[in-house]
């Protein structure tokens, strides 16, 4: 069944005009921004504690390790 491009254009306008249009944060007030007297200073800025990823672990050493576990329990 072919396609009516005019019809494709209509529904893709219309589809258009009800996205909402991207708006741009709004900066806050500088009467917000000040402190106000006798605020306490800003807690200085501190770098992120840095995130440690394990290394990832060998399928060879995960079985020789349930092998051996399975061993130890049929020894008992």
């Known amino acids: 069944m072919?396609?009516?491009p005019h019809r494709a254009?209509?529904?893709?306008?219309r589809a258009?005009?009800?996205?909402?249009?991207p708006?741009?944060?709004r900066r806050p007030s500088p009467e917000i921004r000040a402190p106000y007297p006798g605020a306490p200073d800003p807690a200085?800025?501190?770098?992120?504690?840095?995130?440690?990823v394990?290394?990832?672990v060998r399928p060879g050493l995960l079985?020789?390790?349930?092998?051996?576990?399975?061993?130890?329990?049929?020894?008992?």
């Open 2 to 4: 072919p396609v009516d």
């Open 9 to 13: 254009l209509a529904a893709y306008l």
């Open 16 to 21: 258009q005009s009800h996205t909402v249009p």
């Open 23 to 25: 708006q741009r944060p």
């Open 44 to 52: 200085p800025v501190t770098q992120p504690t840095p995130v440690t």
């Open 54 to 56: 394990p290394a990832p």
């Open 63 to 76: 079985l020789r390790l349930l092998r051996l576990l399975r061993s130890r329990a049929a020894l008992r």
